[in-house]
């Protein structure tokens, strides 16, 4: 019966404890957990049934239970210690190997099945092991079984016969080592699917880059704005106090002329770092298209966005463009608060016709639509 005081919450702490709060450390005590069980299993099967002295089955089990304790606390220390997983996989490979030898040595006739245990051992280290060290755990594994079935064929014909001996460790030699070929080749194919799927998430991180992002400013790019837009509206259909601002670099075209385009792509990426620096938390900029820039200012009124861009407008006035000294940069700008159950086009629409005024009536600034 369940405790009273038992709790899925008190059940999760003692999980942690023993396991661990990390993923990594969380998947080896797993692995750790699985290999004690079948070891449990195989002490269970043959405790009791064997031809052997009861001193001899104590002793492999208490040096199983011993090793399988000491795996744990190693395990669970290993950054501590200082312990790389993969030396954890090889000294709990020797490990089994060593169980596998003994249990050969004192279980009589049922010692062919535990020849299948090798077999377990270099399938478990194929988790943490490269295909060559797995292999060469394999060939270690089959020399310590094969000395053992040797000693035992030439100390006890009897019981060990030399031929069944031979036969039995080359048909143990022959699946180990095919074994050990198609987990070495799950392995390979198993690193390259993580390496694809790595290389799938970068690329689809750079799509997505690419998607939202304009390349020369690093601002939001007019398709990634629309979506924000959209999404706004969607989540204000009626109003609220947003603006929208729409600036455009002055006489943006006569830069390019008489300094060339890298020295405008200067001027943009400039622009924008000073867009970035002035612009508020939750507000969002994009570059519009060309000299173009679209500002949507959230829970901003008429007042608070003609201080916003004021400051905007000194701060730009201000800038130091490389390589073309003396050259001051102005910007002339429509800005609209968006009416109660208006399109956010409409609201840009707005803005795009006050941006007309201001380079009318002699840009440099910023005129409220």
Not at 123 to 150: D, S
Not at 190 to 207: K, N, P, Y
Not at 290 to 315: H, K, S, V
Not at 326 to 336: K, M, N
Request: contains cysteine.
């Amino acid at each position: 019966m369940r405790s009273r005081t038992e709790t899925p919450e008190t059940r999760f702490s003692i999980v942690r404890l023993l396991f661990g709060a990390d993923p990594k450390l969380h998947r080896m005590l797993q692995y750790w957990a699985a290999t004690a069980a079948l070891y449990g299993f195989f002490i269970f099967m043959f405790y009791g049934r064997l031809d052997a002295p009861a001193h001899a089955a104590n002793g492999l089990a208490l040096y199983t239970v011993g090793g399988l304790a000491l795996f744990y606390l190693l395990v669970r220390n290993h950054r501590r210690l200082g312990l790389a997983p993969t030396t954890l996989a090889v000294v709990q490979g020797i490990f089994g190997i060593t169980c596998n030898m003994g249990a050969y040595s004192i279980t009589g006739p049922l010692r062919g099945a535990t020849l299948m245990g090798l077999m377990v051992v270099v399938v478990f280290c194929t988790f943490a092991l490269r295909p060559r060290q797995t292999l060469a755990l394999a060939f270690l594994g089959l020399f310590g079984m094969g000395a053992t079935m040797w000693w035992h064929q030439a100390n006890d014909p009897q019981h060990y016969p030399p031929a069944v001996e031979g036969v039995t460790f080359a048909i143990m030699a022959a699946c180990s080592l095919a074994v050990t070929f198609l987990t070495g080749e799950m392995t390979k194919l198993r690193r390259r699917l993580t390496r694809q799927r790595e290389e799938l998430a970068a690329a689809l991180d750079t799509i997505r880059t690419l998607a939202t992002v304009d390349e020369l400013t690093s601002l939001a790019n007019r398709r990634h704005m629309n979506e924000v837009l959209a999404a706004e509206e969607r989540r204000h259909p009626a109003a609220g106090a947003t603006s929208i601002a729409l600036l455009d670099i002055d006489h943006f075209k006569q830069i390019n002329d008489h300094h060339g385009h890298a020295a405008g792509d200067t001027v943009l990426r400039s622009f924008a770092a000073a867009l970035r620096a002035a612009v508020r938390d939750g507000d969002v900029v994009a570059r519009w298209g060309g000299e173009e820039f679209l500002l949507m200012l959230p829970n901003t009124g008429a007042e608070q966005a003609a201080a916003l861009l004021e400051r905007i407008r000194l701060g730009v006035a201000a800038l130091a463009v490389p390589g073309l000294d003396g050259l001051r940069i102005a910007f002339s700008g429509g800005v609209c608060v968006r009416n109660a159950d208006e399109t956010f086009a409409d609201t840009i629409n707005r803005a795009d016709k006050a941006l007309y005024r201001a380079k009318s009536s002699g840009r440099d600034r910023v005129v409220a639509g």
